[in-house]
């Protein structure tokens, strides 16, 4: 058995109001160089929904229903919650933890798939809250495995492609799945140097690393006995054009589906675990409108949001760290998993910025 004193829940972090939207961009792309303009452009989109993300409110919820699970089957742990880029952050939850005699935390983020933004970032970020705070040493911060693959996480997916097949025959009735509907699965694009580097690099994941790797397997199991054609696609995109991201963008994809005879597309925002910005903005305004001018009826199915099956999952992992189970006893749907609880060596490095401290894996 492995003692902890509390589940720290790491989110993004999102702006509350529209004073906040500039300060929580800088907070995100520090260290970058984005001229000030390029943050106005991406700030349109907060300010569209009044400078408020949903994000923070769908952490609440989610801490929420964390803690009435644990309570269910009877685990005495509080869930904490930081966010990387906006209050609460997690300097202070940290800090706060500690004056409570919380000293052993394990963290939940907020993200299912291996990449630097996805994994190792979080990880950088324990451990410069720990030394910001002064706690290096003193809080340990251990982490849940990746995700991706937990049937906690699958499963919503499942449930909400078949309703979102339903829903396209019942808004164009008579209309034939095998040919004239395409599902994209959406998740946010990266740089392909990012990419690459997802992953141990002993497992041989080749171009897109274990983030494209991991993304396929996972659609593949979600399309288990559903005959439509199908293919994996990106968004959000923020890097300038000379730098090499993971496509194709979704926005392309769909203007390449009319000329296939294809009516209908199903989006399916697979790389996401809430319905925040970038799921309402780039796909439920850009992607949907993409699709309405070119004459397709388009249906975005849910994320795992507060789904029962994923907060029973999220404990599940949380279960698995406490009773140390062994990997041959831990569910996961492909042949990926089950994920590491530790980090392999340079796993998930940004060639960019290089390796920085961080907890929960192996140096660097």
Same mark, same amino acid.
């Given at each position: 058995?492995?003692?902890?004193?509390?589940?720290?829940?790491? #989110?993004?972090?999102?702006?509350?109001?529209? /004073?906040?939207? %500039?300060?929580?961009?800088?907070?995100?792309?520090?260290?970058?160089?984005?001229?000030?303009? +390029?943050?106005?452009?991406?700030?349109?989109?907060?300010?569209?929904?009044?400078?408020?993300?949903?994000?923070?409110?769908?952490?609440?919820?989610?801490?929420?229903?964390?803690?009435?699970?644990?309570?269910?089957?009877? %685990?005495?742990?509080?869930?904490?919650?930081?966010?990387?880029?906006?209050?609460?952050?997690?300097?202070?939850?940290?800090?706060?933890?500690?004056?409570? #005699?919380?000293?052993?935390?394990?963290?939940?983020?907020?993200?299912?798939?291996?990449?630097?933004? #996805?994994?190792?970032?979080?990880?950088?970020?324990?451990?410069?809250?720990?030394?910001?705070?002064?706690?290096?040493?003193?809080?340990?911060?251990?982490?849940?495995?990746?995700?991706?693959?937990?049937?906690?996480?699958?499963?919503?997916?499942?449930?909400?492609?078949?309703?979102?097949?339903? /829903?396209?025959?019942?808004?164009?009735?008579?209309?034939?799945?095998?040919?004239?509907?395409?599902?994209?699965?959406?998740?946010?694009?990266?740089?392909?140097?990012?990419?690459?580097?997802?992953?141990?690099? /002993?497992?041989?994941?080749?171009?897109?690393?274990?983030?494209?790797?991991?993304?396929?397997?996972?659609?593949?199991?979600?399309?288990?006995?559903?005959?439509?054609?199908?293919?994996?696609?990106?968004?959000?995109?923020?890097?300038?054009?000379?730098?090499?991201?993971?496509?194709?963008?979704?926005?392309?994809?769909?203007?390449?589906?009319?000329? +296939?005879?294809?009516?209908?597309?199903?989006?399916?925002?697979?790389?996401?675990?809430?319905?925040?910005?970038?799921?309402?903005? /780039?796909?439920?305004?850009?992607?949907?409108?993409?699709? #309405?001018?070119?004459?397709?009826?388009?249906?975005?199915?849910?994320?795992?949001?507060?789904?029962?099956?994923?907060?029973?999952?999220?404990?599940?992992?949380?279960?698995?760290?406490?009773?140390?189970?062994?990997?041959?006893?831990?569910?996961?749907?492909?042949?990926?998993?089950?994920?590491?609880?530790?980090? +392999?060596?340079?796993?998930?490095?940004?060639?960019?910025?290089?390796?920085?401290?961080?907890?929960?894996?192996?140096?660097?």
């Amino acid at each position: 058995m492995t003692t902890y004193d509390a589940i720290l829940l790491a #989110g993004f972090g999102g702006p509350e109001g529209q /004073d906040d939207v %500039i300060p929580f961009l800088r907070n995100v792309t520090g260290g970058r160089g984005i001229p000030e303009e +390029r943050l106005e452009e991406v700030a349109k989109h907060y300010r569209h929904f009044g400078g408020i993300s949903p994000i923070n409110d769908q952490n609440r919820v989610l801490r929420a229903a964390l803690q009435a699970e644990l309570e269910r089957r009877g %685990i005495d742990l509080p869930v904490l919650w930081g966010n990387r880029n906006w209050a609460p952050y997690l300097r202070d939850t940290i800090r706060e933890a500690h004056d409570n #005699g919380q000293t052993r935390l394990l963290a939940i983020a907020t993200s299912a798939y291996s990449s630097y933004s #996805g994994c190792r970032q979080y990880r950088e970020d324990f451990a410069a809250a720990l030394i910001a705070t002064g706690l290096d040493g003193v809080v340990h911060i251990d982490k849940v495995r990746q995700f991706f693959d937990h049937p906690g996480f699958v499963t919503p997916f499942v449930t909400a492609l078949r309703q979102g097949l339903a /829903d396209v025959q019942a808004q164009v009735p008579g209309i034939d799945l095998a040919t004239e509907v395409e599902i994209l699965f959406s998740t946010h694009s990266i740089p392909m140097t990012d990419a690459n580097k997802s992953g141990p690099a /002993d497992r041989g994941f080749g171009e897109g690393g274990a983030y494209a790797a991991q993304h396929l397997a996972v659609a593949q199991k979600v399309m288990v006995g559903v005959d439509t054609p199908w293919q994996l696609v990106f968004q959000s995109r923020s890097g300038p054009p000379s730098m090499p991201w993971l496509e194709p963008d979704i926005n392309d994809a769909i203007a390449l589906l009319p000329e +296939r005879g294809i009516r209908a597309i199903v989006i399916v925002p697979l790389g996401f675990v809430s319905d925040h910005m970038e799921v309402m903005w /780039d796909l439920d305004n850009e992607a949907t409108e993409t699709a #309405g001018e070119l004459g397709l009826v388009s249906v975005r199915v849910p994320t795992p949001g507060v789904d029962p099956a994923f907060v029973s999952g999220l404990i599940d992992l949380v279960e698995e760290r406490l009773n140390d189970t062994p990997a041959d006893a831990r569910p996961h749907e492909t042949d990926l998993g089950p994920w590491y609880d530790v980090c +392999r060596p340079g796993c998930c490095e940004n060639v960019r910025l290089g390796f920085k401290p961080a907890v929960a894996g192996m140096a660097p």
